[in-house]
Each structure stands twice: as C-alpha cells, then as structure tokens.
C-alpha cells in the first residue's frame, strides 16, 4: 500500500532548518539530502498529491486537471496538474504536483554532450571541480534510467525506423525512468513493472514510473521531511539570520496564507516558479542580480506529428487498466534519432517517437481528422484511434538547441514570457526541415501545429522551459553561482547565506537533451557543496539496507 507523503496543512510548524518551495526534480534532491543530512525539512507545494491510480485516465478526468493562464485569462484550479501558460510569444507547458514535471514527463533521461558544459556562459568552476559527474551518477543510481531491452519490437519503433530512411541514421533505444521489471528502489518503495501502456505523460497509474513522488520524496520522508501540499509560495524575505517564506493556498477560496521561517530556503518551483518567486521578492526589496527573468530558453523543444502514412504506429496510450487490448504500446519514449553536429553544437538535434495518453483519445479525431469535430464523440470513432486511420498518428518529441533569448517578467499576479520573435528561431526551420524528411519517408503528412484553429495558434511551445535565475560567475553575468547560492546583488560575487535556487531555471542555455538529469545532477551536486561547507554527512543506512552502495561526498 503506497503511502501518502504529504501532511495536513494545519500541521505546518513556524520554523524548520530548511524549507523547499517546490517538489519536482532540484527540490526531491534539496529535500531528501538535507533530510538525510539530519536537517528538519519542510517542503511546499504548489499542487495536490497523486497516489497511483489516481492520474487522470479519460478526458473529463483530464479536463478538469488542466489550468491555463495567460495575460489576464485564466481558467482551471491553480493546483491542477498540467499547468499551461500561453503567452504573446511562446507558450510552456509545465507539471503542478507533488513530484512537479516528474509527474507527467515521458522520463527521458540524457547527459548533454560535453560541447554544452564548455560554453564559458557556465561557471568555470562547474567544469573542474569533478563534482558534476558525481552529480550524474548520484541522479541515475536514484532515478534508474534503463533502455526498454524489446524496444526494436515496439509497433511505433518500427514505425520510426522507416521514418529514418529519411534523415539517414537508424534510432537507438531511448534511455527512461521507468522499471521495466518489478522492484524496490532505491528509495525502498516497491515498484511493479511497466506494463507498457503508453500513459506516461498524463501520469502513470502502474506506479512503473520511476518519479520524484517515488524516489527522491519518499526518501526525504523517511528522513524526518513534512511536505504540504495546494500551498503557493509568493515571496521570501530576509528575517533575523536567516528567511521567511510567505505562501497561501495555491485556491484562494481555501482560506488565508501564512508563513514560515527557516534558517535556509531553497527555491525549487520550477523556471517559471522560482523566477516568479524572486521577481515578487525583489519587488519587496530583495537585492538581486540584474539578470533575474533572463536567458530563457525553450531548449528546442518540439512536438509535431505526422499522419496518413504506411505505417501503422499503435502511438496512442491504452492506459491502465487498458481501454483497448492489442500489441503493446511502450512507455511515452522507447527510441531516439540523433542527429549531432559535429561542427555546430546548435544544428544537433535528436527525434524522440512519443505516445499520446489514452485520456486525449477522444480529442484526436476533432484536431486530425477532417470533420472529425462531428464524428469525435461517436465511441466506435474513439476505438477506432486504435485501428483506424489514428492508428498511423506518427508523434515526434524534437530537441535541440535555441539562443535562450526569452525573459521572464512578471504579469497580471504571475509571470510571463518575453520572446519577440521567438518562432523565427532557426531551430524551428531546421526541426521542420527533419520531421518533413522523416513524414516524406513513410508517405506521412508532416503537421506542425495541429492546435492551429484554438487559443494557441502557431506559436511555439515547450515542455523544457530553462533559465530565469541562470548561473554565472557573478552577479554581473548570473543570478546564482555553481553552488546554486543567490548572488546578493547586482554585481559582485558575494552571495545570501541560506538561499539556494535548485530547479531548471539555473540553467542558462539549451543543453539539446530533455533536461531531467541534468537537473537532478546539478541539484545533487549543489547539496553535495552545501554539506562540504556545513560540514554535513549524508545518511546512507536506508540505502545500505536496501544492498544500494552509498555515494560517497568526494
Ligand atoms: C509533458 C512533458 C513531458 C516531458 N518529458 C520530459 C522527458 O522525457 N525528459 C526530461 O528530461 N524532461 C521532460 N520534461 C521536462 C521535465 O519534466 C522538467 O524539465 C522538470 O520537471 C523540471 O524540473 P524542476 O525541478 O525544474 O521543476 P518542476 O518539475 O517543474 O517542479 C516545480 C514544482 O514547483 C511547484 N511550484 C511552482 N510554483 C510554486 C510556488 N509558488 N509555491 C510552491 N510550489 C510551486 C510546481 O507545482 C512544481 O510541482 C517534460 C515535461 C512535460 C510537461
Ligand atoms: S508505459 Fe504505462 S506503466 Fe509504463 S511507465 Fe508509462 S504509464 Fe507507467
């Protein structure tokens, strides 16, 4: 029986050593080492807590999960699990719970190529303390990224293979977070294996998803952390030696705000999160770096679609228990084109094949098919996403490289993106370029923007925002350092005791691969340089236990 993690909100006390604001990939690290390092720990969260079973897994379900802000509209709970914001430029889509993106990610795990970690827009020290491989090997001995070993049998892997003709490399498993094989991991809860139903990115209800809500928060429980869920924290301010965290329920109508004092905060509520955070804080009177809200980058992130081919791609997601009972599916990723430049880092590209959760089914006649708005709620039509026509829906998952010129600003009670000309970058020409080739290859239809008649138009959007409180060596160039230590100025290298930012918004450029590690890895090792400067041990008696070897802080 899977045990609920967070705690009533009544519950949270006044003060704690720590508190984190967020809970997806930096803040499960932030939680559990600090945990383990004996620290008391209160994590925030914005969204609600999902138990497996509980994801969405048919339209209404899903509908009433959505939330969507933009300028001044808004609509859906602001604690609901996909959280879209559209903007003038570009649109983000992000994850709202706890366990954050990890939630509804399709668990693609990938190590950027060194090219990337040699841009001097890095901090120099990131690249020769060592710490950073330690980092990557302490995100994969918790999160397990595995290839799926049948991966070349799956229905859409064959499907991408011929799509391959057309970009001249053949696609190799995709490395995901996902048991593939019943187990108990790391964090000591069991796992069953994935039973290949294709629902990742609406949330797995087999539990095979090896997520935050799975590894690194049960493992900050079992430390001694308290997490609070359907809180939104809005500012922070210094208070005595250390900080006060102002939050209120993430829905108004549940009751007045509060706040909590801790002698370290760390910021991890996502790029659009976190930046939001210090923007409101700074507007309070918080000194910070100039470069808050800057460098954002959609990572060349992309999904477009290709349909009328040859092939049969079985794309769509049965979910669980199963809608439809054919071959199976596989997880939203099983396989990867990569496609490196050897002479242009940003020419790189690699084409994931990806799944459509089962819950979107119904929705798919109405956005693919001609007339389909009329035929879309007839049952036999929803089957037929399995063996008609939808059963060719080719779903391409790109990324690759931008010039993280977007800005995060704040707007209307939140924050939006600035990007004038963000969809003529040349990524998106060159991604056409690709996924035409590969559509041509198989007698497919390349469509780019099947949401081309709503509110979102043809403007680009990603599921990778990046940037907002980027590194640097000081605050001149970064808002944090390579500790992930907020700068406590507008120049200079000095920086706040006890504030860390730790999430995807320190990253202050496109890495070309789905950044989950990455941001796990930087996460690890900033915890890493905070117990090396607080003299802090990590506990590894629950992983010893469990036969896992303890990482060392080297
Ligand atoms: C559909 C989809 C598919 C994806 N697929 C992949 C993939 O295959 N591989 C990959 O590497 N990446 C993938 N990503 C991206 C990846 O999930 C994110 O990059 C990652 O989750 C970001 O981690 P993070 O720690 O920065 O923050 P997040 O995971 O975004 O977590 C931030 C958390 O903070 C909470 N929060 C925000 N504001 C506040 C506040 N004011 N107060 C309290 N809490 C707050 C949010 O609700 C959220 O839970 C995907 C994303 C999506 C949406
Ligand atoms: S394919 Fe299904 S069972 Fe496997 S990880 Fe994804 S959602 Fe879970």
Known sequence: MQQRLSSPREEIGSAYDVVVVGSGYGGGVAASRLARAGQSV???????????????????ELRRELQVHGGKMRSGSRAGLFDFRLGSDIHVLVGCGLGGGSLINAGVALEPEARVFADPVWPEELRSDGLLAQGFARASAMLRPMRYAKAADLTKVRALEAASAGLGRAPVAAPVVVSFEE???????????????????????????????????????????????????????????????????????????????AKTVILAAGTLGSTEILLRSREKGLTLSDRLGMRFSANGDIIAFALGGRERVNGIGVGHPPKYVGDAVGAAVAAQIE????????????????????????????FFIAGGRLLGAAESLIKGVYRGPLSHLHTFFVVSHDEAKGRIVLDNGGVKVEWPGAGDEPVYARVDEALTKAAAAVGARYIKSPLAATSMGTKPATAHPLGGCGMGEDAKSGVVNHKC????????????????????SIIPRSIGVNPLLTITALAERAMVHLARDRNLGFDHAAAEKLGHEPLPIV
């Open 183 to 261: 187990t108990v991991n790391p964090a000591g809860v069991a796992q069953p294996a994935c039973t290949l139903c294709g629902d990742c990115c609406s949330g797995c209800n087999v539990g095979a998803k090896n997520t935050v809500a799975m590894t690194y928060l049960p493992d900050a429980r079992a430390h001694g952390a308290e997490m609070f869920t359907e809180l939104s924290v809005s500012h922070i301010e210094k208070h005595g030696a250390g900080w006060r965290v102002h939050f209120a329920p993430s829905d108004a109508k549940d009751g007045a705000g509060g706040h909590v004092d």
């Open 485 to 504: 230590q907020v700068f406590d100025g507008s120049s200079g290298g000095s920086v706040y005791s006890g504030l860390y930012v730790c999430d995807g």
């Open 42 to 60: 209160c994590v925030i969260e914005k969204g609600k807590e999902f138990l497996t079973g509980e994801f969405p897994g048919r339209l209404p």
């Open 339 to 366: 496609l490196p430049d050897a002479n242009h880092l940003d020419r790189s590209m690699i084409v994931q094949e990806g799944v459509l959760p089962s819950a979107l089914a119904p929705l798919l006649p109405v």
